[in-house]
């Protein structure tokens, strides 16, 4: 609950103008909290008399936070390579172990993954933590995260890094919570604050309105995941001294409750949207699997590839990793064509920083056609068959 010191507030309005909500107003010189208070904190931060407080938000984690240091990368291994965005962060992890005057170390979990290593260290890693045991062959979440739990107990790194992969998001909340530690999905900027050394965790909220920055006070390690194409992959140097420590746990961390039967690589993995300049994306208005062989001719008319909305995903007629959006892929094509997509914001947030948004829509008010370049307001089944024609008869000429 929001409370307000009467005695102390002066009425100024600061809180008023910075609540996203309406939730606070200056009534009678005094600040009042109305019901669409989420707890957000906004007011709290910017009251300079400090007449805001949240009950029961202090929370005591008992941590002594000098006793935690260093960066750490949680390097992803699948598919007998290590995927690119632990090299993403090894970038970032860099710059910020250098202002804090720290070693950056990657944890790199898997069966017969030591040579991996290298690359690593290559890339930035000043150590390596290498568990490799066959237990960690497949990934199983309860697995994956008591290992990383028992080194980060055990080693205490004041900053843990992750990419916001599907394995990523689903064992590294996990982590965070036996640790009682914070964690910021899907940062897209990191930096250290000077005075204090805090981690500032930018991210994206209130569906991609604001930029808001994130810190860890109380708590470690100050946790963070980060998504793939976000940051800058340093340049490698196979030249770069670093050290690879081959760490041994109980067998009793390895017990699990999963049993992985078979490990399969969907075919239509094999593109990455992420990596692709043009994309035709699908929606609910593709009406069925069929409908998405429609814009799979228009992709491959263009040398693009096809992309989703979770709603044409969750239908079945497309897999997840062409979904875009808050819980699929970020994308920056230079071209994208929505087809039969209204354009929630959970899908926009993933693709509106594309170069070019073309939207082809039935209903004139769909939210897309708000942030599209060029609006086709129509029956997709009419015009993307006719752009594809078209298309194909200029390639042609
Ligand atoms: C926590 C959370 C996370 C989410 N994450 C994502 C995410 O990552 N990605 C995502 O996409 N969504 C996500 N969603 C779902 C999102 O809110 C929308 O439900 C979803 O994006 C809708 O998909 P759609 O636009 O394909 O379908 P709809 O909203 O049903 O829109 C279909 C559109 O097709 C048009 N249409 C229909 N027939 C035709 C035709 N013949 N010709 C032309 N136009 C036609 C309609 O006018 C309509 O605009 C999330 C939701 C939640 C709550």
């Known amino acids: 609950m ?10 100024c309005g600061v809180c008023e103008e910075n609540c996203a909500f309406g939730a606070i107003s200056v009534e009678d010189g005094c600040a009042v909290v109305h019901d669409t208070c989420t707890l957000c904190g906004a007011c709290v931060e910017t009251c300079e008399p400090g007449a805001l407080h949240i009950e029961g938000a202090a929370k005591e984690t008992g941590v002594e936070l000098g006793e935690w240091s260093g960066i750490w990368v949680v390097a992803e291994f699948r598919h007998g390579e290590i995927a690119p965005v632990s090299f993403e ?22 069966s017969g993954v030591e040579e991996a290593a290298g690359p690593l260290i290559a ?3 000043d150590l390596v933590y290498v568990v490799d045991n066959p237990e960690l062959e497949h990934f199983r979440e309860d697995v994956y995260g008591r ?46 604050r000077s005075e204090d050394g805090m ?8 569906g991609g309105n604001i930029m808001a920055t994130i810190v860890c006070p109380n708590s470690r390690p100050q946790m963070a995941t980060v998504r793939p194409k976000v940051m800058a992959p340093p340049e490698p140097d196979p030249a770069r001294p670093g050290e690879v420590i081959l760490v041994e746990l109980d067998d009793g961390v390895y017990r699990s409750r999963v049993e992985v039967l078979e490990s399969v690589r969907s075919e239509q993995d094999n593109v990455n949207i992420q990596e692709v300049e043009i994309l035709v994306a699908g929606g609910r208005g593709l009406a069925s699997e069929k409908g998405f062989e429609l814009i799979r ?3 491959e008319e263009l040398g693009g590839a096809v992309a989703a909305s979770r709603a044409a995903v969750d239908s079945g007629w497309i897999s997840y990793p062409h979904q875009v959006g808050q819980t699929g892929k970020t994308v920056c094509p230079k071209l994208y064509i929505a087809c039969g997509i209204s354009g929630a914001i959970q899908h926009t947030v993933g693709m509106q920083s594309a170069k ?5 829509n039935k209903d004139e008010n769909a939210p897309i056609l708000d942030i599209a370049t060029y609006s ?11 752009l594809t024609r078209r298309i194909r008869e200029n390639r042609g000429k």
């Open 356 to 360: 070019t948004i073309v939207a082809i």
């Open 297 to 299: 001719g228009l992709a």
């Open 199 to 206: 981690l500032l965790q930018t991210r994206p909220a209130f």
């Open 2 to 11: 929001l409370i307000v010191d009467k005695e102390k507030c002066i009425g």
């Open 376 to 386: 086709l307001v129509g029956d997709l089944f009419e015009i993307v068959p006719l």
């Open 89 to 110: 962060l090894l970038g970032i992890g860099r710059t910020l172990a250098e202002q804090r005057g720290v070693p950056l170390s990657a944890v790199l979990m898997g």
């Open 123 to 125: 890339s930035g890693a």
């Open 147 to 192: 290992v990383l739990e028992e080194l980060i107990r055990a080693r205490r790194p004041e900053v843990v890094l992750a990419g916001a992969t599907a394995i990523g998001r689903s064992f590294i909340p996990q982590v965070a919570n036996a640790l009682n530690a914070g964690l910021t999905a899907d940062c897209t900027q990191l930096s250290i």
